[in-house]
């Protein structure tokens, strides 16, 4: 049996034409695994999700190393886990899938779809960002691994998106010191913000919040530090002009004769 790309996807609904309706789901009653293959598909289009978890476990467990039903029906058991709101092991499923068949058509598929299940169980950047960790691991993976995978531009704005929680997350640790006045700690995860994140939206917060500490403590040239690449950054920015206004030169008096 030979199949092209996506060959198990396409040829399983080429046979879903063949499967015809089962009024009973029993795995004994398919007689060879193209047809538990078949069934298998039908139960995901009729959002049997337990079902269909099932038959393609018994698959993923039972081909052998070389079928090409092999990669697909990983794909599937991990579509089906996804589906019945069991995020971590559809992106186990996934990563099984894009580390043991990383030549399949289906491995950058895999790899986008780990990380947006990985990324479904950071559900607020104040929660453990473990799972956002594991999601960005997966997109970058797969960036690396298939610059040209149709799920790149995806793939890089998830990314962007997990960066922007990351810093967040720093930056409410910082403002928790901020507001109990422990400048060396909030100073510290500022700057985390700002040397980690420098392209979100927090890194200018961040860097505001620097010039506050270090208003507070009296550190001058640190703060005209973080005041000069605040005015490069955001030179119109009016938070910016507050926070760092100009500094008043006075002109030279000249020595009399």
Same mark, same amino acid.
């Given at each position: /049996?030979?199949?092209? =790309?996506?060959? +198990? ?7 879903? #034409?063949?499967?015809?309706?089962? %009024? *009973? &789901? ?22 049997? @999700? ?5 038959? &393609?476990?018994?698959? *993923? ?22 589906? %019945? ?5 559809? +992106? ?9 068949? #990383? ?9 986008? =779809? ?20 594991? $999601? $960005? ?13 149709? @799920? ?22 910082? /403002? ?10 909030? !100073?510290?995860? /500022? ?8 392209? *979100? $939206?927090?890194?200018?917060? +961040? ?9 507070? !403590? ?33 002109? $030279? ?5």
């Amino acid at each position: /049996m030979v199949f092209t =790309r996506k060959h +198990a996807l396409a040829a399983g609904v080429a046979l879903l #034409a063949l499967a015809g309706c089962y %009024r *009973t &789901f029993n795995l004994r009653q398919f007689p060879n695994n193209e047809a538990l293959y078949t069934a298998g598909l039908q139960q995901l289009q009729l959002k049997k @999700w337990d079902n269909a978890v099932l038959i &393609f476990e018994k698959l *993923t467990l039972e081909l052998p190393a070389r079928d090409t039903l092999l990669p697909a029906s990983h794909f599937h058991l991990a579509e089906a886990y996804s589906r %019945r709101g069991e995020h971590l092991l559809a +992106a186990q499923a996934y990563s099984r899938l894009a580390e043991s068949f #990383a030549t399949d058509s289906l491995a950058d598929d895999a790899l986008y =779809r780990a990380g947006r299940e990985y990324q479904a169980m950071w559900r607020r950047p104040t929660l453990d960002p473990q799972y956002g960790g594991e $999601a $960005a691991v997966k997109y970058e993976e797969m960036l690396g691994l298939y610059p040209e995978s149709e @799920w790149k531009d995806s793939a890089t704005k998830q990314l962007a998106v997990l960066q922007e929680w990351f810093a967040t997350k720093d930056y409410d640790i910082g /403002m928790h010191y901020m507001r109990r006045k422990a400048w060396d700690s909030a !100073i510290i995860y /500022m700057r985390d913000v700002v040397t980690k994140f420098p392209n *979100t $939206a927090r890194s200018r917060d +961040a860097l505001l919040k620097l010039v506050q500490a270090f208003d507070a !403590i009296n550190w001058k040239d640190d703060k005209a530090d973080v005041c000069k690449t605040l005015k490069e950054k955001y030179p119109t920015d009016p938070e910016v002009v507050e926070a760092c206004p100009p500094v008043n030169v006075q002109p $030279a008096v000249p020595r009399p004769g």
